[in-house]
């Protein structure tokens, strides 16, 4: 294991966090201390992984129903889900929060949401529209670090360790995320700050909806020794009722556990409660691809109704590319440059051509091309590029300046 050394505070000790090995350690919060040679020298010793990272944890509220109320205003305020139809026994996927009020939630048999909320309003699910406002959601993270990994479609951790915006404050980046997320997506999202990813997503529940929850690495150890252990990953209905039985039911009464006899208890299983109770948690956040693409599009208020208001519209897309561009780190060489337009009756087409240093000149000549596949007024315009793909790179001599 990877040490770092650092002044300490108090006396000739150092502390020894335990992080991996931790089983040969007393049982005391997985801490021995040990003195040190040097007089008056004083190190904490801790792995840099835990000690000092950043890490958020974002999830949208009510993501399917926050996009269909996003979509159609009339159903804000009204109680709303999306899932399968009461006749073909469909389940809920997920419902806003005036439909939770009356006890609806997801995986519920339609049949019975409906019995519980006669007025609901049942919609079926638009994949498309969640994928892209997924998408778009993720393009915002990447605005601040490379290194997110997403859960689901709505769900992502994003490692911000020595991310210099919003002068280094993972709250305040949480809060600007959230707010872009609001701005440019049209829904709400939750966050939970916290140095590792399991205490990041218990705490991203905190304060939903719309909300933020952080938690300091001074204030680790109180918040976990709350917690119920059934909001431990992995601590479904089974082991949360049999730690009932033994009379565990948060983190603080797990603790007094040795290790030997959790892993009796719960076998492999057992050596991760030790640490979760803890609030330990060394999993690396994991960016799960490559960026295939990246691209910025807009769905205007009013459709564009011709060729020459598409133009009109195409510096504002180019703009906001290149600036998405400049911050995305990490990404291949450029291949192709994409243009995507939806007209007014929602039929779509993307053009695109190879192209290794994209700029308005190209867009615009797709745009030409695109606009006469249907020549009708258009209610959403984008711009893009895609990378090159893995085998390509070999050869590639790295970054290509784009906007140069
Ligand atoms: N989903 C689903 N079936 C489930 C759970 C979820 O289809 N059993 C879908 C619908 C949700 C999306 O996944 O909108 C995200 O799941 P979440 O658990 O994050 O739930 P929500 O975002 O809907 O609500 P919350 O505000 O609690 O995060
Ligand atoms: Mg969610």
């Not at 804000?76 to 419902?95: H, K, N, Q, S, W």
């Not at 699910?125 to 993270?141: C, G, K, Q, T, V």
């Not at 240093?357 to 895609?386: F, I, K, Q, T, Y």
Request: with cysteine; glycine share 8%; net charge positive.
């Amino acid at each position: 294991m990877k040490l770092r050394l650092r002044p300490g505070r108090r006396g000739p000790i150092i502390r020894v966090r335990a992080l991996s090995g931790f089983a040969a350690l007393p049982d005391k919060g997985g801490v021995i201390q040990l003195q040190v040679g040097e007089a008056g020298a004083s190190y904490e010793v801790a792995e840099n992984a835990t000690s000092s990272r950043k890490i958020i944890h974002c999830d949208c509220d009510c993501f399917y129903a926050a996009v269909e109320m996003r979509d159609n205003p009339a159903l804000v305020g009204r109680p709303v889900a999306v899932g399968g139809r009461a006749e073909t026994r469909g389940v809920i996927a997920t419902c806003n929060y005036e439909a939770r009020a009356f006890g609806v939630h997801s995986a519920m048999s339609t049949m019975r949401a409906q019995k519980l909320c006669p007025q609901l309003v049942l919609l079926p699910p638009d994949f498309e529209r969640y994928r892209a406002a997924s998408r778009h959601i993720l393009d915002i993270y990447r605005d601040y670090t490379p290194l997110v990994e997403p859960l689901s479609l709505d769900e992502a951790y994003l490692d911000v360790t020595g991310v210099e915006r919003c002068k280094g404050s993972a709250t305040l980046m949480a809060q600007e995320i959230r707010a872009r997320i609001h701005t440019e997506v049209g829904i709400t999202a939750s966050a939970g700050i916290a140095p590792n990813k399991f205490i990041a997503k218990v705490a991203s529940d905190w304060n939903k909806p719309n909300g933020q929850f952080v938690v300091r690495p001074r204030d680790v150890d109180a918040f976990v020794k709350a917690l119920a252990v059934k909001k431990l990953f992995g601590v479904g209905k089974v082991t949360a009722a049999k730690l009932a039985r033994l009379g565990v039911d948060t983190c603080g009464d797990l603790r007094s556990w040795a290790l030997a006899d959790l892993a009796r208890e719960f076998g492999s299983f057992g050596a991760a409660l030790y640490r979760l109770c803890r609030g330990i948690d060394n999993r690396p956040v994991c960016p799960d691809r490559i960026r295939k693409s990246l691209s910025v599009e807009t769905t205007y208020v009013k459709d564009l109704p011709d060729l020459l208001a598409c133009h009109a519209a195409l510096p504002a897309l180019v703009d906001e590319f290149s600036r998405r561009f400049e911050r995305a780190r990490d990404t291949r060489p450029v291949h192709k440059a994409v243009v995507k337009i939806k007209f007014a009756d929602f039929s779509q087409t993307t053009v695109e051509c190879v192209a290794t240093a994209p700029d308005a000149a190209v867009w615009s000549a797709l745009l030409d091309e695109g606009h006469a596949r249907r020549g009708l007024p258009v209610r959403l315009l984008g711009v893009g590029v895609r990378f090159a793909e893995a085998q390509r790179t070999v050869h590639d001599s790295g970054q290509i300046a784009l906007f140069g």
